[in-house]
Structure formats: C-alpha cells, structure tokens
C-alpha cells in the first residue's frame, strides 16, 4: 500500500518545516565556539530508490541548525578533491572512518555523517558526530519512525537532540579518559541480531547473551544500537555506559503480529457479543477484519425477544505511532449487514445492509493483548428486498449517530 | 463447596436486583432498531393490500394510526394516503385481524368517535362496526387538502361532534352535529385567548365521566398547549383541562395558559419537549415527544413526568396508543407491517 502523492507532500511540509526552524533556531541561536565542521551528504540505505527524498531534507535540515548554532560548514568544494584523491565513493561517507579521515584532510574539527532506511515503511534514522582530532564518536541520535508525516518531526527532533551535544565537546577529551572494557547484553530474545552504527552487525545473541567486540567507548558515552529479528519488529535501544564493564538488559521486542481475535460488546447491543478476526496485510498495521455481532433486543416483559446478527467486513489502519507504542489509534471502514428474525411467530426474516462509514479506535497496546474502545458511525442504506431501517445514520435510543464498542484483542 | 454456593446465590440475588431496576433494564433494552419490534406482542403484514392500492404511485404516500374506542369496543385504524390521491382505510381488531378496508377519494386527516350513534370517523370514512362507507363532511371549514391538517384535533359530546385548531393567539371550534351536515362555526372572537407563540398540538377526552365533587356527568376535555423556547425544535407543554359543555364557544376571554380557566385546571410546564408527533391521551398519562430523538415521555395530567421511553428514530413511523396506556399500535412503513406492541406503562 503505498500513499498517492507522498513526494509533493513531503516536499510542501519539507519546506514548510525548514522555514519554521530557521525562524525558530535564529531566536534560539547561542554563541558558542565555531567548531569547524564537515558535514556530508545523508546516506540512504535502503533497498529502493522510493524514499531517496529524505536525503536533502535531513542534510539541509542539519545543515540549517548547524550554522545557526554557531558551526561553521567547510563547504562541499574544500573536501570534495581529498575525496576524489582518495577515491572514497559519496555514498560510503557515511561510514565514521571514511568521514572523519576526510575531515582530517581539510582541517575540519567535527565530522558529522548522517544515514538512513526505510523497510516495511518503518524509517530508521541515525546521525553521527565525531570528534576529528580524537577519532571518536561524540554523539549519536537514533529514531525511528513510520513513513508518514510525523517523519519530520522525528527528523526535527533529532537534529535537536544533537547539536546540544555537540555544544558540550568542549576541549578534546584526554586520551586517558577511562573507556568501556566489556559490554554484554542480555536479551530474551534468542537469535536477534545486534547493530551498532557503523560498525554494522556485531553479533546476534545466544543463550540469552551478547558479548559486544571491543569497542574503546569513553565512560559515560551513549551508544545506541538496533535490534533485529525475524518475524519481530526493529527496534532500537541507546545506552549510556556508566561502567567499565556493563551488562545490559535490553527490552524485549515485539513479534509481528498477523493477525488478532477480537472479543467486544456494543453500546445498544449489550445482550450479545462480538468475535471479530483480523488479518494483517502489513503487520500491526494495515488489516482487513471480518466481525459477527450477535445480540438480542428484549424488552423484559411477555414480549418476545428480536435476535440479530451483525455481520461486516473492514479494511483499516493504525495512524501516527508504530507497533511499539502504548496506545495506538486506527480507523476503519466497511460494510455490513444485519440480518435480524422474531421470537414472535409468523415473522420473516430480515436483512438491513449498511456502510459502516468510519470507526475510530483507541489501543492500549500490551505485547499479545490490545483493550480498546471504538466509535462507529453506521449508515444504514435502506435497500434490498427485506429491511426494517429506513436510510440513515444508525443510532441507539435515538442518539446517533456514533455507537461505542469496547473490546479486547489476542493478537497471533 | 459451601462457599461456591454462596458466592452463586449472592450472584444469582445481584442479577436478580439489577434485572428489577429500571436503568438496568433500560440499558439493556437499548437497540439500534425501534423498541417496538422487541415489544410487540402481535403484527399484521399488509404488503400486498398496500403495494396493490399504491400500485405505480409507490414513491409517494404517507400514513397514519388511529386507535379509537366507544362504549362497547376498540378498533385500529391504518390509513394509507397517496400524496396527492386518494386513502385506503383499513380496519382492525385489536389482536390486529383484518376486518374492512374501504377507499375513499378525499384526502382527510381525522379520526374520532361520532357522538351519537359512536361509528368510528377515519379519514374520510365512517365505520358502522361492519362497513366502512365514505363519510359526507361539509369542507366547510375543515381544512383543504393543503392545510397541515395534524393541527385539528377532534371530540365528541352530548351528540354532537367538535373540531379544535389553534389559530394565532386563540382557539377555534367548529361543531358538527351527528351527521356531519351542519357545521355551527365557532365563533372564536375570542373564544380562548392564548399569548406567545403557542398552539394546539393534541386534545384528549374522557367522555361521561362521574363529577365526584358535584355528582352527574362530565367530559373532561385535555389541550396540549405547546410553546416553542426559542429554538426550532425544544418547546415547552401545558395541558389544560376544560369542559366540553363550554365548546364550541368558551366564554373565556381573558389568557388560557397563564391564567389558567374557570372550571378547568392548567398543569405545570413541562420543558424539553418536542412536536413532530402530536401529544396522545392515555389513561395512564400523555405521551409527548422529547429533544432526544425517538424518545417519548409519559406526563401525568398535572405536568409531572412519569417515565421516558424510546418508540423509534423513524420520524415517519405513525403510532397510536390504546385509551388504557396498556399497548400502542405502530406501522413501519418498510417492512408494510402494523405491530401491536406493549407500552410497559
């Protein structure tokens, strides 16, 4: 599934969000020191050229905030003949070594490199700061996101994260600072692989455990690295290295679920219940459901019962925050049918189709349940050859037209 | 073991105290579709008599519910009305048994029990108690065709029948005598004062009734007085008890609702309601739209709010209640059936 017009889009928000952090970054400017700073172009690492327009956001983006926090940018024309020199191809500068060796070459001070992929529309962005004369990572940021509008704001936040680090270089450190000797992880996720940004993968944990290769981080340094496995989403963990030797736990991951069962009572439909089963087109995010809702209507008195059975099919999707997050919100849309027959005799049987128009949904997320209430809107279409709604929105007790359902999910 | 018990029977006590209590069972009784499917007791499909009289004027008819009763029985009416065209006037039992239909070319909104012979009056029909024959009414001046004709309310008394209507800021009242022939019109100048934008929206009446203070007999005669708040739907009620021995001219000349009358009594206003339906007489109380859509109230006479219930969304729904309040009868112009269905009242 892919989103109609995602580049013009993102160009408009794209420009819209470079004018509103330059305004903002020019009231917010510091002096500080002009650090000296080569800053190249964004890699895009992923598997197609669909997203490639990333790459100028973040790089103008970082360059922007760069400059008006006092950096001063070596220019592209200064350390472009070093790299020709040496022959190190555009897109492997955003590898540590090969950026900071060119930094080197043209006097720069700070290299920040700057890289990025996109899988199962999940962005992963991570940008780097080195210190040139020590050879040593200085700061790192990593976020992740889903493709959607909230890319900027994940590419904003992490510009900002940065650059306060950067501020706090200060004098080089010391080549006696204390570094890390041993890092282990613990994991209870048996197989899943261990990234570490440039360093690529590093290991993939067994019987519970990595042993990361030695790796002279500087004491009270963050490292932050990403987790993979598969049939689980990615996920990524910054660490800050307190001790010489560190044994870190790292949050377990999330299996990609392919599909939920789902238990559920409708305000109006209380004498009855739901089971709905979806399937995920895009794990934890695009599905298709198919829900029956059985439920009697009685008055509680000599009358007969009316039973109906609420049959739908939807399509859906989350918005705004991945399969990691607590609470999540998705809509759907469908259409049904009502098929509803008497306790009393001699009736016939009816049949009330409807365009289950919207459904918004809010998810309190745990790792294989999800609890959540969800507005429906209905409108029933008053057609086929035996139905007892006329056209219109359908209501409960003559308040419409929104009906509540609360439900929980299993997801598999 | 013992325990187990104890713990089902403390169970069994809860469902049992909750299932007693009115906003339980209100709750649970909540539905997106009308209340009267799950209430009716009875219902009649009249799908082939109605799509043969609509034949290819399908599109556009309406149709109405009378309940009417006289001193030895009750009979329901359905009344379906091409738009423009003709009506067909069904009749029935009150366990829903088709017993006459009749067409009648003119197109009037009236149901009532004639004074003196008590045949039943609906639409432009008179039903003896075996056949339903066209009904002579003078036009003169019940309404034409055009006229929203939901704003003329009927009674009857001392043999003769009465039509009420409200007119800006007083009433009006024709009286017929038994045959309908000769219309005395009312000599509204004025014969019910009424200020502010209020009008007639319903008229109940108990015919013969003991006077237990002065002994004889009375026909307590019920208006429902509605007045809008300002807004287009919400409104406020007033029902006002006068006799039908002042009718057709009232001598009363000085404001009905807010001073109420000399041998009558006017309720407490009840607020919050509304006038799609007209207000209908029960034994039991008024029934009178409220603000939330398909919700209903029951009002005592004195303006006091007994219960409120849902009927249905359906605006177009037409329903009637039985003089006792025990059922009404509704017809669902989808599905072409006519339900007999509990009040609960």
Same mark, same amino acid.
């Given at each position: 599934?892919?989103?109609?017009?995602?580049?013009?889009?993102?160009?408009?928000?794209?420009?819209?969000?470079?004018?509103?952090?330059?305004?903002?970054?020019?009231?917010?400017?510091?002096?500080?020191?002009?650090?000296?700073?080569?800053?190249?172009?964004?890699?895009?690492?992923?598997?197609? %050229?669909?997203?490639?327009?990333?790459?100028?956001?973040?790089?103008?983006?970082?360059?922007?905030?760069?400059?008006?926090?006092?950096?001063?940018?070596?220019?592209?024309?200064?350390?472009?003949?070093?790299?020709?020199?040496?022959?190190?191809?555009?897109?492997?500068?955003?590898?540590?070594?090969?950026?900071?060796?060119?930094?080197?070459?043209?006097?720069?001070?700070?290299?920040?490199?700057?890289?990025?992929?996109?899988?199962?529309?999940?962005?992963?962005?991570?940008?780097?700061?080195?210190?040139?004369?020590?050879?040593?990572?200085?700061?790192?940021?990593?976020?992740?996101?889903?493709?959607?509008?909230?890319?900027?704001?994940?590419?904003?936040?992490?510009?900002?994260?940065?650059?306060?680090?950067?501020?706090?270089?200060?004098?080089?450190?010391?080549?006696?600072?204390?570094?890390?000797?041993?890092?282990?992880?613990?994991?209870?996720?048996?197989?899943?692989?261990?990234?570490?940004?440039?360093?690529?993968?590093?290991?993939?944990?067994?019987?519970?455990?990595?042993?990361?290769?030695?790796?002279?981080?500087?004491? %009270?340094?963050?490292?932050?690295?990403?987790?993979?496995?598969?049939?689980?989403?990615?996920?990524?963990?910054?660490?800050?290295?307190?001790?010489?030797?560190?044994?870190?736990?790292?949050?377990?991951?999330?299996?990609?679920?392919?599909?939920?069962?789902?238990?559920?009572?409708?305000?109006?439909?209380?004498?009855?219940?739901?089971?709905?089963?979806?399937?995920?087109?895009?794990?934890?995010?695009?599905?298709?459901?198919?829900?029956?809702?059985?439920?009697?209507?009685?008055?509680?008195?000599?009358?007969?019962?009316?039973?109906?059975?609420?049959?739908?099919?939807?399509?859906?999707?989350?918005?705004?925050?991945?399969?990691?997050?607590?609470?999540?919100?998705?809509?759907?849309?469908?259409?049904?049918?009502?098929?509803?027959?008497?306790?009393?005799?001699?009736?016939?049987?009816?049949? %009330?189709?409807?365009?289950?128009?919207?459904?918004?949904?809010?998810?309190?997320?745990?790792?294989?349940?999800?609890?959540?209430?969800?507005?429906?809107?209905?409108?029933?279409?008053?057609?086929?050859?035996?139905?007892?709604?006329?056209?219109?929105?359908?209501?409960?007790?003559?308040?419409?037209?929104?009906?509540?359902?609360?439900?929980?999910?299993?997801?598999? | 073991?013992?325990?187990?018990?104890?713990?089902?029977?403390?169970?069994?006590?809860?469902?049992?105290?909750?299932?007693?209590? &009115?906003?339980?069972?209100?709750?649970?009784?909540?539905?997106?579709?009308?209340?009267?499917?799950?209430?009716?007791?009875?219902?009649?499909?009249?799908?082939?008599?109605?799509?043969?009289? $609509?034949?290819?004027?399908?599109?556009?008819?309406?149709? &109405?519910?009378?309940?009417?009763?006289?001193?030895?029985?009750?009979?329901?009416?359905?009344?379906?009305?091409?738009?423009? +065209?003709?009506?067909?006037?069904?009749?029935?039992?009150?366990?829903?048994?088709?017993?006459?239909?009749?067409?009648?070319?003119?197109?009037?909104? /009236?149901?009532?029990?004639?004074?003196?012979?008590?045949?039943?009056?609906?639409?432009?029909?008179?039903?003896? +108690?075996?056949?339903?024959?066209?009904?002579?009414?003078?036009?003169?001046?019940?309404?034409?065709?055009?006229?929203?004709?939901?704003?003329?309310?009927?009674?009857?008394?001392?043999?003769?029948?009465?039509?009420?209507?409200?007119?800006?800021?007083?009433?009006?009242?024709?009286?017929?005598?038994?045959?309908?022939?000769?219309?005395?019109?009312?000599? @509204?100048?004025?014969?019910?004062?009424?200020?502010?934008?209020?009008?007639?929206?319903?008229?109940?009446?108990?015919? &013969?009734?003991?006077?237990?203070? $002065?002994?004889?007999?009375?026909?307590?005669?019920?208006?429902?007085?509605?007045?809008?708040?300002?807004?287009?739907?919400?409104?406020?009620?007033?029902?006002?008890?006068?006799?039908?021995?002042?009718?057709?001219?009232?001598?009363?000349?000085?404001?009905?609702?807010?001073? +109420?009358?000399?041998?009558?009594?006017?309720?407490?206003?009840?607020?919050?309601?509304?006038?799609?339906? @007209?207000?209908?007489?029960?034994?039991?109380?008024?029934?009178?739209?409220?603000?939330?859509?398909?919700?209903?109230?029951?009002?005592?006479?004195?303006?006091?709010? /007994?219960?409120?219930?849902?009927?249905?969304?359906?605006?177009?729904? @037409?329903? &009637?209640?039985?003089?006792?309040?025990?059922?009404?009868?509704?017809?669902?112009?989808?599905?072409?059936?006519?339900?007999?269905?509990?009040? +609960?009242?």
């Amino acid at each position: 599934v892919k989103y109609r017009g995602i580049a013009p889009t993102a160009a408009i928000a794209g420009v819209f969000l470079l004018i509103t952090t330059t305004l903002w970054t020019q009231q917010a400017k510091v002096p500080g020191k002009a650090f000296k700073t080569c800053l190249f172009p964004t890699a895009d690492l992923s598997t197609t %050229d669909e997203y490639r327009e990333y790459r100028s956001i973040i790089s103008d983006q970082l360059r922007v905030e760069l400059r008006n926090s006092g950096f001063t940018i070596v220019p592209r024309e200064q350390w472009e003949p070093a790299r020709e020199r040496q022959s190190i191809p555009v897109g492997e500068l955003y590898r540590g070594d090969r950026a900071v060796e060119l930094a080197r070459q043209v006097d720069a001070e700070i290299a920040v490199i700057s890289f990025y992929s996109v899988e199962d529309r999940q962005l992963v962005l991570e940008i780097k700061c080195y210190d040139v004369a020590q050879n040593a990572l200085v700061s790192g940021v990593f976020k992740s996101a889903r493709v959607n509008l909230s890319v900027y704001n994940v590419i904003a936040e992490a510009v900002a994260e940065l650059i306060p680090r950067i501020r706090l270089i200060g004098p080089p450190p010391s080549l006696d600072s204390p570094v890390v000797e041993k890092i282990a992880l613990v994991s209870k996720d048996e197989g899943m692989e261990i990234y570490l940004g440039d360093q690529g993968f590093v290991g993939r944990i067994t019987n519970g455990q990595l042993l990361l290769p030695p790796i002279p981080f500087a004491i %009270d340094s963050k490292i932050t690295i990403e987790k993979r496995k598969s049939s689980y989403h990615s996920g990524g963990e910054t660490i800050k290295l307190k001790d010489p030797e560190m044994l870190i736990e790292l949050k377990p991951l999330r299996k990609q679920a392919r599909s939920a069962t789902e238990l559920n009572w409708t305000m109006g439909q209380l004498l009855g219940f739901g089971l709905a089963q979806r399937f995920y087109l895009n794990p934890d995010s695009f599905f298709l459901a198919g829900e029956h809702y059985f439920y009697v209507q009685h008055n509680f008195s000599d009358s007969k019962p009316v039973f109906h059975h609420d049959l739908r099919v939807l399509v859906g999707g989350y918005l705004f925050s991945g399969p990691h997050a607590a609470l999540r919100m998705n809509l759907t849309t469908g259409l049904g049918m009502i098929v509803t027959y008497f306790g009393l005799a001699d009736q016939p049987m009816y049949a %009330d189709f409807y365009w289950n128009v919207i459904n918004s949904a809010f998810e309190v997320n745990f790792r294989r349940y999800m609890l959540y209430v969800r507005m429906e809107q209905k409108y029933a279409l008053g057609a086929g050859p035996a139905h007892i709604l006329e056209r219109g929105w359908i209501s409960v007790f003559g308040e419409g037209p929104s009906t509540v359902t609360f439900g929980v999910a299993r997801k598999w | 073991m013992v325990k187990r018990l104890l713990m089902i029977t403390l169970l069994l006590l809860c469902a049992f105290f909750l299932s007693t209590c &009115d906003l339980v069972v209100t709750v649970l009784s909540m539905s997106p579709f009308p209340a009267y499917l799950a209430q009716a007791v009875a219902s009649v499909d009249m799908r082939a008599d109605i799509e043969k009289f $609509l034949g290819d004027d399908y599109s556009d008819w309406e149709s &109405d519910v009378y309940v009417l009763r006289n001193s030895t029985r009750e009979q329901v009416f359905l009344v379906v009305r091409k738009n423009p +065209g003709p009506q067909m006037v069904y009749v029935f039992d009150t366990s829903l048994n088709l017993e006459v239909s009749h067409r009648v070319d003119t197109h009037r909104r /009236i149901g009532l029990v004639e004074a003196l012979d008590e045949n039943f009056v609906v639409g432009g029909g008179q039903f003896d +108690g075996n056949d339903l024959s066209p009904m002579n009414l003078s036009e003169e001046p019940y309404p034409p065709i055009s006229e929203d004709t939901w704003q003329k309310y009927t009674f009857a008394h001392g043999g003769s029948n009465y039509i009420v209507w409200s007119d800006p800021n007083q009433l009006g009242c024709t009286k017929y005598n038994s045959g309908w022939g000769s219309p005395t019109p009312g000599s @509204p100048s004025p014969p019910i004062k009424m200020d502010g934008d209020v009008r007639l929206a319903g008229l109940g009446y108990e015919p &013969d009734l003991v006077d237990p203070v $002065l002994g004889g007999t009375i026909t307590p005669v019920y208006l429902f007085i509605f007045g809008r708040d300002g807004d287009r739907d919400g409104g406020y009620l007033y029902i006002i008890r006068t006799d039908a021995s002042e009718y057709p001219s009232p001598s009363y000349s000085y404001d009905l609702v807010t001073d +109420g009358l000399s041998n009558g009594r006017t309720s407490s206003r009840v607020r919050d309601v509304e006038d799609r339906h @007209p207000f209908l007489y029960t034994r039991k109380g008024v029934v009178v739209g409220s603000r939330n859509r398909g919700t209903f109230r029951l009002v005592g006479l004195e303006g006091d709010v /007994i219960k409120s219930f849902y009927i249905t969304s359906d605006e177009r729904t @037409p329903f &009637d209640f039985d003089i006792d309040g025990e059922y009404y009868y509704v017809f669902n112009q989808a599905t072409l059936r006519l339900y007999k269905a509990e009040t +609960g009242f």
